[in-house]
């Protein structure tokens, strides 16, 4: 995937996190439109969620940090879906989706 110079010092970038409770999934994302990612998710147009139901299944949405470039959210979320010890010790028998992505 190859960015536009323009999105490497674009700082709008957030990181998400959805958690799939019925799945017991956690899913780390970062996105410069929130609302746009999200529905993305809500129509199955993203791989890593794509087998969750929005409408149906418990699934938690939370804003983990905001105003970042887009390397800086890519390592926060990476580094995230590798090891939150918050949430390793909250959600100890959730799986984290990897995204492939970043």
Same mark, same amino acid.
């Given at each position: 995937?190859?960015?536009?110079? %323009? $999105?490497?010092? &674009?700082? %709008? ?6 958690? /799939?409770? *019925? ?9 410069? *439109?929130?609302? =746009? ?5 809500? /129509?199955?147009?993203? =791989? ?9 299944? &418990? ?5 983990? $940090? ?7 959210? %890519? ?11 918050? &949430?390793?010790?909250?959600?100890? $028998?959730? &799986?984290?989706? $990897?995204?492939?992505?970043?």
């Amino acid at each position: 995937m190859t960015s536009r110079l %323009s $999105d490497l010092f &674009d700082s %709008s970038y957030i990181v998400y996190k959805l958690i /799939n409770h *019925d799945r017991k999934e956690i899913y780390y994302g970062i996105t410069n *439109d929130f609302q =746009k990612r999200l529905k993305a998710h809500q /129509n199955n147009d993203v =791989k890593a969620t794509l087998d969750w139901v929005f409408k149906s299944q &418990d699934i938690d949405q939370t804003i983990i $940090d905001r105003n970042l470039i887009k390397t800086k959210a %890519s390592d926060k979320a990476h580094n995230l879906s590798n090891g939150s010890l918050t &949430d390793a010790l909250r959600y100890s $028998d959730y &799986d984290v989706i $990897d995204t492939g992505g970043w």
